[in-house]
């Protein structure tokens, strides 16, 4: 017996839109204030607020890219959960509670707190946007190779109008649901999610009697490395032979990339509008704490995926065939997880090999959309409370005047990210967010660490933390192979245009530090201090008192 696996994930993608859509349509019903669309009136509980973060965190990076990496590059592939998880260590001791206390809505509440609050907020509201589209690019672009595989769609073009699709449905989940709605829908795909990783890891754990030792072999085996695929090296740190720099540069590359990771987290703005949607600082560390659990767990299963579809999955399968030089043609591995699906079910054309690819794919799905409208959401509330309320209408304007900004700059956001997504298909995504994880950590993380716990901070250093992160980190990325002068650049070869100087492809080691430098450089090169502020936001962010009020200049 076989089954259409095709026309069962399509119907499986609808069912979820139409219950995703349902939810978000009562979350609307239930938002009668402004709190309710930027942080779901305070109301989530720790339970609640903790699978939401996680379906925030466990995106398609995490569920196709990190995947995709250990099925073709092995241990090194697993570098990103490991700074992944790590990461929420920085956000849980340093980072939750106080912003949680000395904020409202957005990132930039907090670090306007005891600052000149127009020039701040301007410089918040775009590092956020930035900040956000380019982790939407990752979640798109998975959008569009998942899909495409299970609808079987090899026109370049259908990917092009599922990314569109994408767009508009998150598009729809945040101006209709705003966040309680966008909350309901993460939830659900947090169950789904670790329900169908466990399934599979269950499975392929089975086809091997549970025993890691033969499961790991097998994958080295069908890699065609051995035991080097069990080692470090195969994507990170290469050791070019004859080429001692391309050797070192491949380690500092790696140590770039780590430290992104792993700062990252603190200062990725969807992260950060999390805290705000629990009504104290203690539920706050509990949902972190639910996050932590939740979000560990997966990326443990992680491992069993990804040499999991090594071990079941031929090579040329997971790289989409090879090119006549015997290299992949899609080194990104963005599809390793259906395809394992596939395999576990049986294989193509039978029925379990149909409903697994159909499940695993709606699965994927939900995660890109509930990720997506996460990020969405915090760009646009971000754009309407801190640059229109706080620097265009200068305080005055209306709560529904900045929802309806909001709801504008969602489209118009969704818009741009369409467009750039459309053009940056075939990189992985793991290493997309790996970039977006360097620029939060460049330009959000100082602002938010300095101004939290740095007496004389002041305003010139948080508008030159953020700006000067910002900018190291997105001139070094235009500077970088990313962008050109490599086969997989942003702008083709065929082109003629090279501008690739700076030799590593996560610029985090340079930009990560000079952040934290323009910080120090600005504030002591002002005379700007207050200390009734500061006095104020140390007693907020430590005790919860007058917690929502708007600071008193």
């Not at 609808?151 to 073009?157: E, I, K, Y």
């Not at 930009?511 to 907020?540: C, H, N, Q, Y």
Request: zero cysteines.
């Amino acid at each position: 017996m076989t089954v259409d696996s095709t026309l069962l994930a399509f119907i499986l993608f609808a069912a979820f839109i139409v219950v995703t859509l349902g939810l978000v349509t009562y979350a609307s019903r239930q938002s009668r204030k402004a709190s309710d669309f930027y942080n779901a009136g305070g109301s989530l509980n720790g339970f609640q607020n903790g699978l939401a973060i996680s379906a925030d965190y466990m995106s398609a990076a995490s569920f196709l890219g990190i995947a995709g990496l250990i099925s073709l590059y092995g241990f090194d592939g697993f570098f990103y959960s490991v700074g992944f998880l790590v990461a929420w260590l920085l956000a849980l001791l340093l980072v939750a509670e106080p912003l949680r206390n000395t904020g409202r809505y957005t990132m930039g509440d907090a670090v306007a707190f005891r600052m000149r609050e127009q020039p701040v907020r301007a410089a918040a509201a775009g590092s956020t946007v930035i900040v956000s589209i380019f982790y939407l690019l990752a979640q798109m672009v998975g959008a569009g190779a998942l899909v495409a595989l299970l609808l079987d769609l090899t026109d370049p073009a259908a990917k092009n109008w599922i990314i569109v699709a994408v767009g508009a449905l998150m598009v729809v989940y945040v101006t209709i649901g705003g966040m309680r709605g966008t909350t309901y829908v993460q939830i659900t795909q947090a169950f789904l999610l670790i329900a169908g990783a466990a399934a599979m890891t269950f499975m392929v754990l089975l086809n091997f009697d549970f025993n890691i030792n033969d499961l790991l072999n097998k994958a080295g085996e069908m890699s065609g490395q051995g035991g080097a695929f069990l080692e470090p090296g195969g994507r990170f740190g290469v050791e070019v032979v004859g080429d001692a720099w391309a050797t070192l540069i491949g380690k500092i590359d790696l140590i770039s990339l780590s430290l992104a990771l792993v700062l990252g987290t603190a200062g990725l703005p969807h992260i950060l509008i999390r805290f705000y949607t629990v009504p104290t600082a203690r539920v706050a560390r509990r949902s972190v704490n639910w996050a932590i659990g939740n979000i560990g767990l997966f990326y443990l299963m992680t491992i069993a995926l990804g040499f999991g579809a090594a071990a079941l999955v031929s090579r040329e399968v997971l790289g989409r065939g090879l090119n006549d030089d015997g290299s992949l043609v899609d080194a990104s591995g963005n599809v390793a997880a259906p395809q394992l699906a596939l395999e576990l079910g049986g294989g193509d054309g039978s029925i379990g090999g149909g409903f697994m690819l159909a499940f695993i794919g709606a699965v994927a799905f939900a995660v890109i959309l509930a990720t997506v409208s996460g990020l969405t959401l915090a760009s646009s509330s971000s754009f309407a409370h801190d640059l229109y309320g706080g620097v265009i209408r200068k305080g005055k304007a209306s709560s529904k005047e900045e929802v309806h900004v909001a709801r504008i700059a969602t489209v118009v956001i969704g818009l741009v990210a369409v467009v750039l997504a459309i053009f940056s298909q075939g990189l992985n995504v793991a290493f997309l967010v790996g970039l977006a994880f360097a620029i939060a950590a460049s330009a959000n993380l100082p602002a938010v660490l300095l101004s939290m716990f740095w007496k004389r901070f002041n305003t010139r250093g948080a508008v030159f933390a953020i700006y000067g992160g910002l900018g190291a980190a997105l001139l070094l990325l235009v500077l970088s192979p990313n962008f050109t002068g490599a086969s997989n650049s942003l702008i083709p070869l065929s082109t003629g245009i090279d501008l690739n100087i700076f030799p590593l492809r996560n610029p985090g080691l340079i930009s990560i530090p000079f952040g934290f430098f323009m910080g120090w450089l600005g504030t002591i090169t002002s005379k700007e201090s207050d200390p009734k502020m500061w006095a104020e936001l140390e007693v907020r962010s430590l005790t919860g008192a007058d917690v929502g009020k708007p600071a008193v200049h």
